[in-house]
């Protein structure tokens, strides 16, 4: 592999996307200045299917922008320069032995998935961060990748400690270095961690075929950018192969499969300028030089994609009832249809969630929802004073807000089961949840109560009981219950999601106090 | 009883009776307690450690010391849920200049253990002292210990905590929900790992099996600032009161005995102290308790 200067820059662009996705992380600060969430505000599929979906502008995504018009400009760039999965097709792609290309993926196979997406957004479902090529790459790093790197980083650790117990303090300066730069704070199993990584090897399994097969086949990305690039006024010439050479169809990674140059396809790596044996090659602007083939798919694949993307928008709505009273949400977001216009699947929220709380959903939001960030309070909470989620949403699905608002901001309502909660159940004291409760004027309290215990003997005991005015369903009350599996008192959704207003907060204050 | 046999027991009694005597002291000099007051809270610190004897009188030179704050929730300081960094920082200063080779400071939080140690102000107090560790707590490291308590057969405790030479309590006084008031005693549920949660329906007996176990050599109360309810992570300015005071005893129930009294209320209206006073741990009769002002 020749270090051109597109291979630097795919580089530089590898390591940028690695760093700042071990920076989407808590490391001491309320706030992330630089998190991966950059890739996807200057990514052109994240932006069209938003426009369409929530038929709405967001600042969030200037930077998409801005990468369209550099398209509309250059060319297809950003897929031999910048895009990380097409950097690690790149590095992988010489280990793997070609057979012959797919013939199933030719044609307008990739009309035939962008057109959909791109409808169905229309339709309201944002399915696009579902093939988003960083997407891909960040949820199996996100959801497998990572987890195992933290799991086996700190088993050795654990392991050194039953070998030689206390000595293993003399490397623990070494440890923490690597642990508090570099690994997840703390070890988390995630759903869809095997479908999100199988999808990503199944994309470096396709170079089997060709090479760049995902990106110039399949890729929505890919494909969005080439259409936009049909546009460039710069153009390679020659655009066909020389009848005495021909070294080009072996130097190029995506195009001169046929003997013309694809533009929507050339990827700007300018292998073919830097190989080419006798200097011919040069990309200059050209209005008259066209790619081939017309500007728009045919008619067929594009009413066919419009339609199919409404068929598809229809039937995937369908939800059961019963998964929707535990479907909680990050904090900030109101409004379920909203939220699925917005969210990209990224898988940012949950890396970053300080608890763990968030977990792709598999079937609990339908199929529509599936890889959107759900909220499971038995294994993790919201924390009070945390904002991280909306701080690195893309999109702002997740609003970023000032924590004040926040801590404000309903998730659900918690709700006792009496059958299970010690105090009622066993007529013990307990109230763990009460001392969790982290509204400052308590939003699960307690009374004394008489009652008569199992054994027959009347006893005081301190039953608690939820405010709901005050509740904002962070779930640190059903993740603290000490009842083994089912807990005590469980967060429900909620359909409004008024946020609890500061001054019923304030006056509850007063009355409660034990100090007079 | 023949002559012989009397020198023999004479000689006994004079071998042993400065041991005896040493010990009948110190079992009264158990029930004192020193009471700080000032603005300056690491002087104040100081002054009380100085008056239960200096912090030579527990760490020796090349001791490995735990001092073990309450920095178990996400709140800053000014809310009174965590130890004032203050007060940790002088302890841990005692603690090295009486020659200790290591100082741990840690807490099994109850909010996200990252930001506790940021939000306290603890870490940042500590931040680049020499000898001084204040690492967040590693599982792998929670030992299960038979404490053959009255409610507790067995639980998991923190093994540098059982390692150390010295361990030195270092709560904040406040509210909770539960045992009305959180001091010395219910601040062993740092160490503690496993699902605590659970002991909360024997609290009272639970926490003396801990403390009957782990005892606390040196208890040290902050009262810079008490939270007065809605305990015990408090988060309402209102709720918290002012007292620059710091208390300091050797023996745990006095000092929380006499902390209860800064809530105005008495040593027997919370059951965790008079359980653990039950239990033979301290003294928590007030007039059976001496309180000298440093």
Known sequence: MKLTTARICQFIFLALFLILFVQTEYRGRDDINAAVNSFFRADPLVLFSYLLAAKSWSWLLFPATLMTVATLVLGRFFCGWICPLGTILDLVTSKIRKTTPLKALKGNFKYWLLLPLLSASLFNINLSGLLDPIAILLRAMTFLLYPVLGLVSREGWVGLYRIIGERRDTLAPAYSLIRDNLLPFRDTLYPLALLSTAILLGIIALERFETRNWCRNICPLGTLLGWLARFSPFSRVPQALCSDCGQCRQLCPTSFDQDVLRKEECVLCMECLQGCPHERISFRSSLKLKGGGPLLPERRVLLGGMAGGLLLALPIRFRYPEKQSRLLRPPGVRNEDDFLKKCVRCGECMKVCLKNALYPAAYQAGLEGIYTPLLIPRLGYCEYNCTLCGQVCPTGAIPSLPVETKQREVIGKAVFDKNHCLPFARKIDCIVCEEHCPIPEKAIRSREVQVMGLDGLVRTVKEPYVVEEICNGCGICENVCPLETKAGIEVFAVKNHTPISPSTVGQEAKESSIYH | ?294
């Open chain 2, 1 to 294: 009883m023949d002559r012989r046999t009397f020198i023999k027991a004479t000689g006994t009694a004079l071998l042993l009776a400065p041991t005896l005597m040493k010990e009948a002291l110190a079992a009264r000099e158990h029930s004192l307690v020193a009471v700080a007051e000032g603005g300056d809270y690491a002087a104040i610190t100081r002054k009380a450690i100085i008056a239960v004897g200096g912090m030579k009188r527990f760490v020796k030179p090349g001791d490995v010391v735990v001092v073990k704050p309450n920095m178990g929730w996400d709140r800053s300081v000014k809310f009174a849920a965590n130890t004032h960094p203050l007060v940790v920082r002088a302890v841990v200063e005692e603690c090295l200049a009486a020659g200790a080779k290591k100082v741990k400071v840690f807490d099994n939080t109850c909010n996200d253990s990252r930001r506790c140690y940021v939000n306290s102000g603890i870490e940042g107090a500590l931040k680049g002292m020499k000898g001084v560790e204040c690492k967040h707590i590693e599982t792998e490291r929670f030992r299960n210990v038979a404490l053959n308590g009255t409610f507790l057969k067995e639980w998991e405790l923190y093994d540098e905590v059982l390692l150390a030479d010295v361990y030195i309590n270092v709560p904040v006084a406040k509210h909770h929900g539960l045992s009305k008031l959180t001091l010395g005693l219910k601040n062993i549920m740092g160490i503690m790992g496993g699902n605590r949660g659970y002991i909360h329906r024997n609290l009272d007996t639970a926490l003396a099996d801990v403390n009957a176990h782990v005892k606390s050599h040196l208890t040290i109360i902050d009262a810079t600032r008490i939270l007065t309810a809605h305990g015990p992570q408090g988060g309402s300015i209102a709720d918290v009161r002012v007292l620059n005071k710091v208390i300091a005893s050797t023996d745990i129930v006095a000092a929380d005995a006499y902390a209860t009294t800064l809530f105005g209320m008495k040593p027997s209206d919370i059951p965790v102290t008079v359980a653990a006073y039950k239990r033979g741990l301290g003294e928590m009769n007030l007039d059976k308790i001496k309180v000298v002002r440093a």
